[in-house]
Every structure is written in structure tokens, then in C-alpha cells.
């Protein structure tokens, strides 16, 4: 296979073995990171009661999202680690940017949901 154009981008073991520490020593601090942020989100509910459920719901759910990107991030960072060559590579990054944008999409209308109930929420009389 000395005409594949990918051959030169081959994967010493021990790079792969070292990428794939690095990402799960990256993986357990971002869990880390969203317990923290999980326990802050959960902290500032209890100091602001009088806070509205609109905004309670959107930080809820963008701490969601942002869990579930960057779990998708570590796990197609892990299929990269086993890829056998460029055009395994690049299926997946097509894979990956697929899912991601149909993802993305979905996230930001019900963002955009829950904002639109806030703020017809907001704008009602108070009794």
C-alpha cells in the first residue's frame, strides 16, 4: 500500500496509548468540572427562590447540552484513537459533525422554547 496518501499519518502505539490517557484524564476532569457546575446550578436555585422556572429550566438544560457535546467530543475522540487509517478518519468526522449538527439544532429550538415561555411567563399580570 505505498500509493495510500494516509500512510504517512500512521499512529505510533505509543502516541495512541499516550492520546488516549490524555483523553481520559480529560474526560474525568470535565466530569469533575459538571458536578461542580451541577452543585453551583443547584446552590444558586436554593439562594433564589423567587428566581422565575424559565431561567431555572434553560440553565438546567444548557448544562444538559453541554454535557452531552462533550461526551460526544470524548467518545468520537476515542473512535479516532482506533482508526485504522485517513479514510476511517474522515468517515467519522463526517459521522461526528452529522450527529453534532443535528444535535445542535434540536438544543438551540428548545432553547429558544423555553426562552419564548419565559418571557410570555414574565409578561403575565401577577396575581
Known amino acids: 500500500m505505498a500509493n495510500d496518501p494516509f500512510e ?4 505510533p502505539n ?5 492520546a488516549e490517557q490524555s483523553v ?5 476532569a470535565f466530569e469533575g468540572f459538571i458536578q461542580a ?8 436555585q436554593g439562594q433564589a427562590q423567587a428566581a422565575h422556572s424559565g431561567a431555572n429550566e434553560i ?19 476515542q473512535k479516532l484513537m482506533h482508526a485504522k ?14 450527529r453534532q449538527m443535528q444535535a445542535l ?6 432553547l429558544g422554547q423555553s426562552a419564548a415561555r419565559m418571557v410570555v411567563d414574565a409578561a403575565r399580570p401577577k396575581s
Do not use: C, P, W
Not at 14 to 18: D, G, N, T, Y
Not at 59 to 66: I, L, Q, T, V
Not at 105 to 110: A, D, L, T
Open 59 to 77: 440553565a438546567h438544560k444548557s448544562m444538559e447540552y453541554a454535557e452531552q457535546n462533550v461526551a460526544a467530543t470524548f467518545e468520537f475522540a
Open 8 to 11: 504517512q499519518f500512521a499512529i
Open 37 to 44: 457546575a451541577n452543585q453551583a446550578v443547584g446552590q444558586m
Open 85 to 98: 487509517d485517513g479514510a476511517e478518519v474522515m468517515g467519522l468526522q463526517s459521522e461526528y459533525l452529522g
Open 105 to 110: 439544532s434540536k438544543q438551540v429550538q428548545e
Open 24 to 28: 481520559t484524564q480529560a474526560r474525568k
Open 14 to 18: 505509543e502516541l495512541r496509548a499516550f
